[in-house]
């Protein structure tokens, strides 16, 4: 229990050592921020890559629609959504090109 209370009352003060050392050396901190926001970067780009070209298809057709999917909606109820929308006929038709695509490599079987 002791060891457990000790652990947990470093927790707590964590945040706090790591500002009170970022006002002490602000390049440092500002070095370890950068190192950080790349490796993350690079991490979501080696996860993109992993998709199915319809998949990263799909992800295109929506940017160029100007569309983001809403939480829990399926490609059919956004695709819907976009037709609703009144966006341009070329980008609906693209958009549904892309989902019929998409839905065939992602949830054939």
Same mark, same amino acid.
């Given at each position: 229990a002791e060891g457990r209370a000790a652990a947990l009352a470093w927790l707590r003060a964590a945040p706090a050592h790591l500002l009170a050392i970022a006002a002490r050396h602000p390049l440092l901190a500002a070095a370890a921020a950068a190192l950080l926001t790349a490796a993350l970067a690079l991490e979501a780009r080696r996860r993109r890559r992993r998709s199915?070209?319809?998949?990263?298809?799909?992800r295109v057709?929506? =940017?160029?629609?100007?569309?983001?999917?809403?939480?829990?909606?399926?490609? =059919?109820?956004?695709?819907?959504?976009a037709r609703r929308e009144g966006l341009p006929e070329v980008r609906v038709q693209a958009l549904a090109d892309a989902t019929q695509?998409?839905?065939a490599a992602r949830y054939a079987a």
């Open positions: 199915p070209p319809e998949v990263r298809a799909y057709a929506l =940017r160029r629609a100007g569309l983001r999917p809403r939480a829990g909606e399926t490609p =059919r109820e956004l695709l819907d959504r695509r998409h839905e």
